[in-house]
């Protein structure tokens, strides 16, 4: 990962960003981002003038090189901030990280006063756009290794740095577990990469489930899914513990490390990228572990079920009956619809065994996700108006997106069976309403205090875009590194 350092001014830097304000309306004239201390005055005098010169917009992520040859700076970088809001200094700093990744150092002159949200958004684009997947992409690393945040008060901002390069960090853990391919990653891998980031922190404690504790405890949805597989499943619980935590919330993430669709198999193009279908859980534990190297003040507890839905003589059945952690039954008629059961187990057994004041699942649930909202979008579920509202705030402010979905009463007699408690699998569109309102029945007390968000397509980019690398995008770390600081 790149290093950012906060500086208080004058050295002559190689090359030269220089922040560029767009004006209301946009188009010219832009305006050098007024009051910048560090800068010489023959710099200043000549940016100020190249601004109408290279038609800079402002625009945010917008940049215009400029050359000085034989003369430091060599080289200036325009580089438009929008408005100068958190969303545009992030657009600004991951355009750099693309721009700039031929350089080796640059240094961006920061204005006077600049508000630390500024510098977390920059922060978190100049992180998030610079991530390459190691394994695929070893030769295209980035040359920029330090990059230098010119500010009058480096002390000022010292811990929004921190804060965003914590959640820059865990984004980045949450993608690079989320890309691996299952061949590495299968839920025993995983457990063992929870295991090596957990340690060392005194309040952070590990437990995994194997198979055999899952069903002496009747984990029997996790054990239904994981059932097909050579590499079996787990249950990852993850509680970071700081002392005189009044708030205490759990996370529940869907861990498919692999979803060939089970014996209702997947056709090819629907099982291209199943790799990702364990990024909910991915998203979790990042989170957690942020929230442990922040200490933020609240008890958070991660449930990550982890499980390969394979095809094989001991794969679980469509019709098949399973029963789940505390006793609930579901008729399985399509073993494609997988996520659902696994995460019925940690539901259940939060409710019963954990008792938190808050209940948050994230998972890559159903395909009917992008159908409903298309490729950036989650779909967010809760029956508690003000819980879904602070988290929308957080995903928005975080610079991800989701929209609230409703739990349509109407469709509930869907969810009957005539042999279990529930059927699994509806038919009936709307699949990710019919999913939440699944998952809804494993939430006991908490019916009120549960939000679920059906991250399927937000989980994965295609292509480079802003502070997105093509591939997995770590959706749901910076939102809940928000959500979690105003819990208190
Ligand atoms: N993992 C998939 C959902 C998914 C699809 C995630 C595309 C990411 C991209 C999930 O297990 C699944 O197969 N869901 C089924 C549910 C159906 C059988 C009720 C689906 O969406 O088709
Ligand atoms: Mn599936
Ligand atoms: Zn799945």
Redesign the pocket.
């Known amino acids: 990962m790149l290093a950012i350092r906060l500086v208080d001014g004058a050295e002559r830097p190689d090359v030269l960003v220089l922040p560029v304000r767009s004006v209301e309306g946009g188009g010219v004239p832009a305006a050098l981002s007024p009051d910048l201390p560090v800068l010489p005055d023959d710099v200043l005098t000549e940016a100020t003038a190249l601004v109408p010169a290279t038609r800079a917009t402002g625009r945010a992520g917008e940049v215009h090189p400029h050359l000085r040859p034989g003369r430091t700076p060599g080289r200036l970088l325009l580089v438009g901030i929008g408005s100068g809001d958190e969303p545009g200094w992030r657009a600004a700093g991951a355009a750099l990280a693309r721009a700039g990744s031929n350089e080796t150092q640059i240094t961006i002159a920061m204005p006077a006063d600049v508000p630390p949200e500024a510098v977390r958004g920059l922060v978190e684009g100049l992180l998030l756009a610079s991530y390459r997947f190691r394994l695929t992409e070893a030769g295209d690393t980035p040359a920029l290794a330090d990059v230098d945040l010119a500010v009058t008060d480096p002390a000022r901002y010292a811990y929004t740095l921190e804060r965003a390069e914590v959640t820059a960090r865990m984004t980045r853990l949450a993608r690079d577990l989320t890309n691996t391919p299952s061949s590495v990653k299968n839920p025993q891998w995983f457990a063992e990469r929870v295991e090596e980031a957990a340690t060392g922190h005194p309040d952070l404690h590990l437990r995994v489930r194997e198979p055999d504790e899952l069903a002496a405890e009747g984990f029997g949805g996790i054990l239904a899914v994981g059932g097909g597989s050579a590499s079996g499943p787990r249950l990852v619980e993850l509680d970071w513990r700081p002392a005189g935590a009044r708030t205490h919330v759990v996370l529940v993430g869907?861990g498919?490390t692999f979803?060939t669709g089970g014996i209702s198999i997947k056709p090819v193009p629907a099982m291209k990228l199943?790799r990702k279908?364990m990024a909910g859980a991915a998203a979790v534990v990042a989170a957690t572990l942020g929230a442990a190297a922040l200490r933020l003040p609240v008890r958070v507890t991660t449930l990550a079920p982890l499980a390969e839905?394979a095809v094989s003589g001991s794969a679980f059945r469509p019709g098949d009956v399973i029963t789940h952690y505390g006793g609930v039954t579901s008729e399985t008629t399509n073993s494609?619809a997988?996520?659902r059961l696994v995460l019925a187990d940690a539901l259940a057994y939060a409710v019963a065994e954990l008792k938190p004041d808050l209940l948050i699942d994230l998972a890559?649930l159903t395909g009917a996700n992008a159908v409903a909202l298309g490729k950036r979008t989650g779909a967010l579920y809760s029956e508690n108006d003000e819980l879904a509202a602070d988290v929308l705030a957080a995903i928005d402010a975080a610079g991800e997106a989701a929209w609230r979905m409703p739990l349509t009463a109407d469709y509930v007699e869907h969810l009957a069976s005539e042999v279990a408690d529930l059927y699994s699998a509806p038919n009936q569109g709307g699949g990710s309403v019919l999913a939440a309102l699944y998952l809804r029945e494993f939430t006991g007390d908490l019916r009120q205090r549960w939000l679920h968000v059906d991250m399927s397509a937000p989980s994965w980019a295609d292509a480079d875009s802003a502070e997105l690398t093509r591939g997995a995008t770590g959706w749901g770390v910076r939102s809940l590194l928000r959500w979690l600081p105003t819990l208190g």
């Open positions: 869907k498919i979803d199943m279908d839905n494609d997988e996520g890559t």
